[in-house]
Nanobody
Framework: QVQLVESGGGLAQTGSSLRLSCAAS????????MGWYRQAPGKQRELVAR???????TYADSVKGRFTFSRDYARNTIYLQMDNLKPEDTAVYYC???????????WGQGTQVTVSS
């Protein structure tokens, strides 16, 4: 079992930056899959960024060049650096970890990001 706690959300102006953190209760080393998702009101939850293996990272087209996914194994934490924020980025952001292909998904409670227009 893994507990995930997101933090770092808040209110931001268009063009500014925020850094989201997701602290895990257990080691994130050798985790099968980990990533950030977001969900805006009335919309489907979408994948924003994910890390597969220790080095591979992918991003949604809508955030490429603006968001950066990173890991800190010593602190059991993953991050999402969000630069050049846009109003379209407004959503609740969730982190997720899957420990193996036959394991369940572990989700955080989410952190609200609001970007003013």
């Amino acid at each position: 079992q893994v507990q995930l706690v997101e933090s770092g959300g808040g209110l931001a102006q268009t063009g500014s930056s925020l850094r989201l953190s997701c602290a895990a209760s257990r080691s994130i080393s050798n985790v099968y899959d980990m990533g950030w998702y977001r969900q805006a009101p009335g919309k489907q939850r979408e994948l924003v960024a994910r890390g597969i293996t220790d080095t591979r990272t992918t991003y949604a087209d809508s955030v490429k060049g603006r968001f950066t996914f990173s890991r800190d194994y010593a602190r059991n934490t993953i991050y999402l650096q969000m630069d050049n924020l846009k109003p379209e980025d407004t959503a609740v952001y969730y982190c997720k970890i899957r420990r193996g292909p036959f394991d369940v998904d572990y989700w955080g409670q989410g952190t609200q990001v609001t970007v003013s227009s």
